[in-house]
């Protein structure tokens, strides 16, 4: 009888006493939550079971890499990434950056887009930093999780809660079910810094609007008997009536309590210096989280009443990972477009020549992006367990119909220039945009009307027909915007018209090529000692143009660049009539000049920086031009057509002889 009782306490004796579970909590905070991986750091070396994580805004992100089967290390590794620095700052890997859809660079400073049937107000911009690359590893990061787990949060390597905020309704939303990227990046959507998102038709905000430490979301949905804390958020003071941003805080994010509901409970506080976009700092910060956990660590180990060793868990994760699908996509469905524009975008990711993994749908992901008809796109995956692999949904932002741009030069030279832009946008299963450009100066004045078709076919092509009037005054005194100045020494007038096309080559690289009717005029004098009683010499130059050249670009910026490398080849044929009338300051008889020109020429640009990083840039700018073209009438008139070297801004609205030849190097 004593046997069998002995016998039924060991064999059911386990069930009857429950092991003691532990629940993290992670608080919203911007980049001070890097502090949240030091303390999961921490809390693993040391046997300290995870069983449940829940976490708002970047405690959210982070604690969901840790659901989805990330360990600290993991993503301690991805914070301190390039990538991921590209990815808060709102850019995009250089290899993805598509030079095919960049415009040539103009003057523009400041870009206005609306609609035809809005006003103004609509076109101001939501976010100051790009989502596309954060949306698109999100996807592709949790997309085997959320396969894994049927979008039940509870079925992930840990169960995991996270906190929105719907600013329709003005409440939080407690997230355990859905897709894993979506509902992450919900919480993590800060006001003004990434663009909100749609979830079930409402509009999500970052979760630390209403409540940045969930402990209470921790407790209610797990019941565990020990939370831990992981704290780096505060309550902002009072607004001041001279601080507008404390007084647009106060208005959207409400205090939050910042202490564990259930009685057993310990927050850890890392002492880190309060940051929200700085993610450079990962070092510093991961480490005040380890030492901040480190400190309470003997009253953590005493609360917790059980151990797991760390090899345990990390075989658990490994078990776990095991199970994800790799990630491939081979269906592909639109929202937010037409059936013809779908076709254009279908065409544009490639998914008709066959499924994609993750780095080919990324390429197209970010084509696609660059188009001037798109605004913006998100990303969802859902697994197709009868295929083993995933369709994707993405949702499309058309940009808006017109653009309106506004800029110029200003100096204390008289070159001041003033330049409006008007854009139009619209497609179906090509891509187009008309654009006019004014430029307004005494030094430089042009007018420009452009038609930009791009094609999605098997390699992308954009046809381009455009007329231009350019016109360069160089004078010898000082002016404003609308000053006379007399006499101009030497005026260039130029009007052509033709068709530019380009194909893609990758996604640096650009073929275009030109043909084009052209007629210049060229008043100048054939000396300086001209004064305002002299007449011009004139030059009148009727010619057909067609070029060809091959361009790679990686440059960050469209003026003073500082990092990247461009290396343009480029070849021309031209052949026309010159009529030369001389004016007052001719060397020579009277007499009018005709003649027929034909050359050939070819020109090698390299740009390219070093130290990509860092206080100090280095750079390297080479030129060389071979040219056949013959003489002119004249020697001035020769050095005006011929090619030039304009190695700064600065030289680009001087007429230096000494940087114009028909060969340089």
């Not at 081979?330 to 779908?342: A, I, N, P």
């Not at 004014?438 to 007329?467: C, H, I, M, N």
């Not at 350019?470 to 002016?479: E, I, K, L, Q, V």
């Not at 090698?604 to 920086?609: G, S």
């Amino acid at each position: 009888m004593f046997r069998a009782f002995l016998f039924l306490l060991l064999g059911c004796g386990p069930l009857l006493l429950r092991a003691q579970s532990v629940g993290l909590v992670l608080s919203g905070g911007g980049a001070s939550g890097l502090a949240h991986i030091g303390v999961m750091k921490a809390l693993e070396e040391n046997g300290v079971p995870i069983d449940y994580v829940a976490g708002s805004s970047i405690g959210a992100l982070i604690g969901g890499l840790y659901a989805a089967g990330w360990s600290p290390q993991e993503i301690d590794s991805l914070f301190r990434s390039e990538a991921f620095q590209t990815m808060a700052e709102g850019g995009i890997e250089d290899r993805f950056v598509y030079a095919f859809q960049q415009d040539r660079p103009d003057a523009s400073l400041i870009n206005l887009r609306f609609d035809l049937d809005t006003t103004l107000q609509t076109s101001l911009p939501t976010n100051l930093r790009s989502p596309l690359l954060l949306d698109f590893e999100q996807m592709r990061g949790f997309a085997g999780a959320t396969a894994l787990s049927g979008g039940d949060l509870d079925s992930l390597f840990v169960p995991f809660r996270c906190v929105a905020s719907d600013i329709t309704a003005q409440v939080p939303v407690t997230f355990d079910q859905g897709d894993l990227a979506q509902v992450v990046r919900a919480s993590m959507s800060y006001p003004f810094y990434f663009k909100p998102i749609r979830v079930n038709g409402h509009l999500m905000m970052d979760g630390g609007l209403y409540n940045n430490f969930p402990s209470d979301v921790m407790y209610d949905a797990f019941l565990p008997d020990l939370i831990i804390g992981s704290n780096v958020g505060y309550n902002a003071p009072p607004p001041s009536e001279d601080d507008l941003l404390s007084q647009l805080r106060a208005m959207m994010q409400e205090r939050t309590d910042y202490s564990v509901k259930c009685e057993n409970g310990i927050v850890i506080e890392p002492q880190t210096l309060p940051t929200l976009f700085d993610f450079t700092q990962v070092d510093r910060i991961v480490q005040d989280g380890y030492d901040a956990a480190m400190a309470r660590m003997p009253e953590i180990l005493a609360a917790t009443g059980r151990h797991v060793h760390q090899e345990d868990v990390h075989a658990r994760r490994d078990r776990w990972r095991t199970g994800m699908p790799d990630f491939r996509v081979s269906e592909v469905t639109f929202h937010g477009l037409t059936r013809k524009q779908d076709v254009f975008a279908d065409k544009v990711l490639g998914i008709r020549r066959g499924p994609l993994d993750g780095e080919s749908l990324k390429s197209g992901y970010f084509r696609l992006a660059a188009d001037n008809n798109i605004s913006n796109l998100y990303p969802m995956a859902t697994y197709r367990p009868d295929r083993g692999d995933y369709d994707l949904a993405l949702a499309v932002k058309r940009q808006k119909d017109l653009e309106v741009r506004f800029g110029g030069m200003f100096s204390s030279r008289p070159v001041n220039t003033g330049m409006v832009g008007l854009q139009y946008n619209f497609f179906g299963r090509a891509s187009h945009q008309v654009e006019a450009t004014s430029y307004f100066g005494k030094f430089y004045a042009a007018g420009q009307v452009k038609l930009r078709s791009d094609l999605a076919t098997r390699v992308p092509l954009f046809l381009e027909p455009t007329f231009v009037l350019h016109r360069w005054d160089h004078f010898r005194s000082f002016a404003t915007f609308f000053d006379e100045v007399r006499p101009s020494y030497i005026v260039i007038r130029e009007l052509w018209g033709g068709l530019n096309a380009g194909m893609a080559m990758g996604n640096k690289g650009v073929a275009r090529m030109d043909l084009k009717y052209a007629q210049t005029k060229d008043q100048y004098y054939q000396n300086s000692t001209f004064t305002a009683v002299d007449t011009a010499d004139v030059t009148e130059f009727y010619h057909v143009t067609g070029g060809l050249s091959v361009e790679r670009s990686s440059l960050n910026r469209k003026q003073h660049p500082n990092a990247g490398e461009l290396l343009r080849a480029e070849v021309r044929w031209v052949v026309g009539d010159e009529r030369t009338i001389p004016g007052s300051t001719r060397n020579g008889p009277y007499a009018v000049y005709d003649a027929r020109h034909e050359w050939f020429q070819a020109k090698v640009t390299l740009d390219k920086y070093f130290l990509p990083r860092g206080v100090f840039r280095f750079g390297l700018l080479a030129e060389g031009v071979f040219s056949t073209m013959p003489f002119f009438q004249n020697y001035t008139a020769t050095v005006i057509r011929a090619p030039f070297f304009q190695p700064t801004p600065e030289s680009r609205t001087l007429f230096i002889n000494d940087f114009r030849a028909p060969q340089y190097l």
